[in-house]
C-alpha cells in the first residue's frame, strides 16, 4: 500500500487574546514559568482533546445539526457531563475534515468555568457516550494561549493507496484503490517540481469562508521512498486529495512529471482539472498535529492529563468447586 503523507506547517495566524502568561519559550522552563490556573478565573479552565474518529458516516468535523459532524456529537457528549451549554465551551479543533475524512490525531480545546481533581472519570464518561467510531485518546489541561487553531506548528496528514488489482475488502473505506500498476519512480520525480515556496491556487478547490485565502504555500519536503511524504507552511481547501490525485495519474503515467510547474504556473483549479479529478476523502487521514512548545506545557493547579484507564482482572471471588 502506499501512503501519501502531508506535514504542514500553519504559519501567521494570529491567536486571540488570553490572559497574559509569562513564558520563556524553551524546553528547560521550570514551575515558575507555567501559570497557575487558578487565578485565571475569566477565562476558566482550558482542556485540550486528542481525538480518533472513522469519518466514514460523517459529514466532516464542523459543527452542523444535519447531518452530524464529529464536532456536533462531541458537544452534545461533553454539555451532558459538564452541565456547560455548548456557546459556553468553546469547542474548537484543530482541522475542520471534510465529509468522510478520517483522523488519528486531531485535536480540540474547550473551556469549562470549574477545574478537575481528575480528568480520568471524564475521560471515561466521554468514550461512553461517544460512539464507537469516535474516541477520546487524550485530555490534558491547557494554559491559557493554547488554541487547538492559532497555535499550530504543523499538521501530519496520510494519504492511503491501495495499489493491486483487487481491492482489500477491508481497506476500502481508509485507502483509494488503484488497479493500474503506480510508478513510484515518475511520482518521485514529480514531487520535486512541489518543493518551494508556491501559489498553489491551482490545486485547492473553492474557498470556504472558513479556510485561510492565503494561496501561497511553501513546501519544504516532498519524497517516494516507501511512502509519500510532504512538509509545507500549510494546505488549502482540498489541495492534500487535489495534489495526490494528480500524483496518482502521474504514477499510472498517464501524463509526465514535468506537468506540474506548468499546472502551478497556470494560478487556476480548471487547468488540473484538465489532467485529474481530486482523490475521494476516504483515503485521507489527520494523524498528528504539533503545536508552538511554549503553549504545550502543564499549567500548575489542574490534574495530570489522561490517557485513559487501564483495567485488570481481579481474583475471583466465588467459590471454588
Known amino acids: 500500500m502506499l501512503s501519501l503523507r502531508m506535514m504542514s506547517h500553519a504559519v501567521g495566524l494570529p491567536s486571540p487574546p488570553p ?50 459532524t464529529i464536532q456536533c456529537i462531541m ?29 488519528w490525531g486531531q485535536v480540540a480545546h474547550f473551556v469549562t468555568p470549574f477545574n478537575y481533581d481528575s480528568l480520568d472519570h471524564l475521560h471515561a464518561a466521554l468514550n461512553g457516550l461517544l460512539p464507537s467510531d469516535i474516541r477520546v485518546r487524550e485530555i490534558s489541561p491547557a494554559v491559557p494561549e493554547f488554541h487547538a487553531r492559532f497555535s499550530v506548528r504543523s499538521k501530519i496528514y496520510h494519504y492511503k493507496i491501495y495499489n ?35 501559489d498553489f ?21 516532498f519524497d517516494v521512498i516507501e511512502k509519500i511524504e510532504v512538509e509545507g507552511s500549510g494546505f488549502m481547501y482540498r489541495q492534500v486529495r487535489n495534489m495526490a490525485a ?33 482523490a475521494p476523502p476516504h483515503g485521507l487521514c489527520l494523524i498528528a498535529v504539533n503545536y508552538i512548545e511554549k503553549h504545550m506545557q502543564l499549567p500548575l493547579g489542574c490534574p495530570p492529563k489522561s490517557l485513559g484507564r487501564s483495567h485488570t482482572i481481579s481474583k475471583c471471588k466465588l467459590p471454588c468447586y
Not at 483487487?166 to 511520482?187: G, I, T
Not at 496518482?248 to 506540474?260: H, R
Open 201 to 221: 491556487s491551482a490545486f485547492a478547490n473553492a474557498s470556504r469562508n472558513d479556510r485561510a485565502p492565503n494561496p501561497v504555500k511553501n513546501i519544504f519536503s
Open 75 to 103: 458537544e452534545k457528549a461533553l454539555t451532558r457531563i459538564t452541565k456547560v451549554e455548548r456557546e459556553d465551551l468553546l469547542l474548537v479543533g484543530a482541522s475542520r475534515t471534510d465529509a468522510g475524512v478520517h483522523a
Open 164 to 198: 493491486d488489482t483487487v481491492m482489500d475488502p477491508f481497506q476500502r473505506y481508509y485507502a483509494y484503490h488503484s488497479a493500474y500498476k503506480l510508478n513510484p519512480e515518475a511520482m518521485k520525480e514529480a514531487t520535486k517540481y512541489f518543493i518551494g515556496r508556491h
Open 246 to 278: 494528480l500524483l496518482i495519474q502521474i504514477g499510472k503515467e498517464a501524463i509526465p512529471p514535468g506537468i506540474v510547474p506548468m499546472i502551478l504556473a497556470s494560478r487556476d483549479r480548471k487547468e488540473l482539472a484538465k489532467y485529474s479529478l481530486s
Open 19 to 68: 490572559p497574559p502568561l509569562h513564558l520563556n519559550g524553551n524546553s528547560s522552563s521550570t514551575a515558575s514559568d507555567c501559570v497557575d490556573m487558578a487565578k485565571t478565573s475569566v477565562a476558566g479552565y482550558k482542556w485540550r482533546l486528542v481525538i480518533a474518529y472513522d469519518g466514514t458516516h460523517y459529514a466532516g468535523w464542523q459543527y452542523q445539526q444535519s447531518p452530524p
